[in-house]
Structure formats: structure tokens, C-alpha cells
């Protein structure tokens, strides 16, 4: 899904550093997955050193410096996102445009709900950072961090997603990560995040409902994105094509805990899910999108999610 060459971009909704704070609270997500890499190995036991890395360092090292795939500049060069066409040349300024996106989306949809939105902002970043809930780094992958109200990406995870998970580079595939993640908001205005506390492992677990609710809302997020509009009333989004579906389902069904699980350690165990399966990432996203429709989102009113 492209972005309309003359829409203005707002940079004051995304930062470059970290949020500060010391470790501790809830990482919700973990990205798309906070599955990657390193959280792989701490939730499904398996040795840090045997996880895949394309990026020249070991699994417990950040990557720092300028990321060089994909598009992607420093993320501290944020006065070069001015417009759509910049968010079709770059993926940083993709991600500023997505989040303007999204943020300008549910401001006005949440209140149709009798509730009201508080824009939550975005830090790109570059190896790792600070968070209110702790560091920050392409080892976790992007995540929403419910203490200081913001999502966290390292510039270089669409890279990784893409590479090591198989992923399409289409840009839905990468705006559906910024929708996802803004999920979490959402669910954290509403009151709903701690659920995911609730049965943190299994198919049917809380921490999986949460997370499916949050690809759905990112599907909702995709239903409106082409009648969104800047502050000048310009249209962010161009008209979404199949191509563009296909890569969101691509980007969901590359983080689903089975796929991660066989090609991490060569079996599937259901028990230990926390985020889904990949069939299951799709289906929900893709009630999202059809519908259009927050409450068609209530992961909690169905028995089995999968």
C-alpha cells in the first residue's frame, strides 16, 4: 500500500531516542513479535547461539550504526520525512507515515465507542535503547511498552522479518507491524491489556487473545487507511490492491508461533504459544480488514481463537 505523494508528515509523533526508565513492567507484543531472537530462546529454551542472525552479530549484541537494507536511514534523520512520496522511498519515513496513519485513524474512531483517544507516539531506533519496560533492541523486535504509552522499532527489524522469518517486503507487511502494535494501545486504553497475563501460554491462552486482537484491529486500521487524512485533508493511502492484502498475511503468518517454533527447534508445542499460529494471525487480521469493525475484534467472547 503506497502512500499519496502529497500528504504531509507529522515527525513530532515519532522520536528517535529511547524512553527512558529503568527495567521492568510489561512488554506487550514483543513485536509482532517480541518472538525474535533472543525472546525465542528465553520462552521456547532453546540456546541463544543456534538462533539465526543475518545480521553479522551475535544474538546478544545490538547492531549499531546506519541501517543500510531495505530503504532504511538513521532513524535520527527524521527531517527527512516530509511527505508520501519520502514514505515510498524509505522506510523510516514508512513508519512516519504510518503511525500519522493509524494515530489519526482512531482518534476519530475510538470516540464513535464513547471513548477517548491519547496518541501514543513511536521511537525508531538503531541496535537498542531504553524503554520504560526495559531495553529496547532488534532482539525483541518492536513492541508497546503500556508505562510510557509508546511502541518501540529498530529500524532494521522489517530487514530481519524479511530475511530470517520469510516475510514479504511489500509495505503492508511493514505498516501492518506499526498497526499491531498500535493494537496494543488501543487494547491498553480500553482496559483490556492485562488479560494478556491471564493463561500467558497456550492456544487459547490470554497472553494469544490479546495478541490476535491486536492483529484484528490492525486489520480495522487497514479497512479505513485509504479515508484518512492529513491535517490538510489529503488521503494518506493510496486504494489497497490484493498485492497489498497478501503482504500483511505474509508479514502475520511469518510470526506465528508455529512457523517460528519448527524453524527454531524443529517441532510445534501448542502449550507454549503466546502469540498464535500463523493460520490464526491471518484469519484475525484478516476479520479486521473485512469488517472494519472494532467489535468484531473480542478475542474473549469466542472459545477457540485458532
Known amino acids: 500500500m503506497s502512500f499519496n505523494d502529497d500528504v504531509q508528515l507529522d515527525t513530532s509523533q515519532v522520536g528517535s531516542?529511547?524512553?527512558g526508565g529503568g527495567p521492568g513492567g510489561m512488554v506487550v507484543g514483543g513485536g509482532i513479535g517480541g518472538i525474535i531472537l533472543l525472546v525465542i530462546a528465553l520462552i521456547f529454551g532453546i540456546n541463544p547461539g543456534s538462533l539465526p542472525d543475518g545480521s553479522g552479530t551475535g544474538p546478544g549484541q545490538a547492531q549499531g550504526?546506519?541501517?543500510?537494507?531495505?530503504?532504511?536511514e538513521d532513524p535520527g534523520a527524521l527531517a527527512q520525512c516530509k511527505t508520501g512520496a519520502d514514505a515510498n522511498r524509505s522506510d523510516t519515513c514508512r513508519v512516519v507515515a504510518t503511525v500519522n496513519?493509524?494515530?489519526?485513524?482512531?482518534a476519530t474512531e475510538l470516540p464513535?465507542?464513547?471513548?477517548?483517544y491519547t496518541p501514543a507516539k513511536t521511537i525508531i531506533y538503531n541496535g537498542s535503547t531504553r524503554s520504560a519496560c526495559g531495553t529496547a533492541s532488534n532482539q525483541v523486535g518492536p513492541f508497546y511498552c503500556p508505562l510510557d504509552k509508546q511502541v518501540y522499532i529498530d529500524a532494521s527489524f522489517f530487514q530481519i522479518l524479511?530475511?530470517?522469518f520469510g516475510s514479504s517486503g511489500g509495505p503492508l507487511a511493514q505498516e501492518y507491524v506499526v498497526a499491531h502494535e498500535y493494537g496494543h494501545h488501543i487494547q491498553d486504553l480500553l482496559g483490556l491489556l492485562d488479560r494478556a497475563q491471564q493463561d500467558p501460554q497456550g492456544q487459547q491462552s490470554g497472553s494469544v487473545r490479546v495478541e490476535l486482537m491486536a492483529d484484528c484491529l490492525g486489520g480495522v486500521w487497514a479497512n479505513h487507511a485509504t479515508e484518512t487524512k492529513d491535517r490538510n485533508g489529503v488521503t494518506f493511502l493510496k486504494p489497497l490492491t490484493q498485492k497489498d492484502i497478501q503482504d500483511a498475511l505474509s508479514a502475520a503468518a511469518?510470526?506465528?508461533d508455529d512457523r517460528i517454533q519448527r524453524k527454531t527447534q524443529?517441532?510445534?508445542s501448542p502449550e507454549s504459544w503466546t502469540h498464535g499460529s500463523a493460520a490464526a494471525?491471518?484469519?484475525w487480521f484478516t476479520q479486521g480488514y473485512r469488517s472494519g469493525d472494532l467489535n468484531e475484534c473480542d478475542t474473549f467472547s469466542v472459545a477457540n481463537v485458532e
Open 17 to 19: 531516542g529511547g524512553g
Open 65 to 72: 550504526g546506519q541501517v543500510q537494507a531495505g530503504g532504511s
Open 101 to 106: 496513519s493509524v494515530n489519526a485513524f482512531w
Open 112 to 116: 464513535r465507542y464513547q471513548r477517548q
Open 162 to 164: 524479511t530475511d530470517q
Open 254 to 256: 511469518s510470526v506465528g
Open 266 to 268: 524443529g517441532r510445534v
Open 281 to 283: 494471525r491471518q484469519r
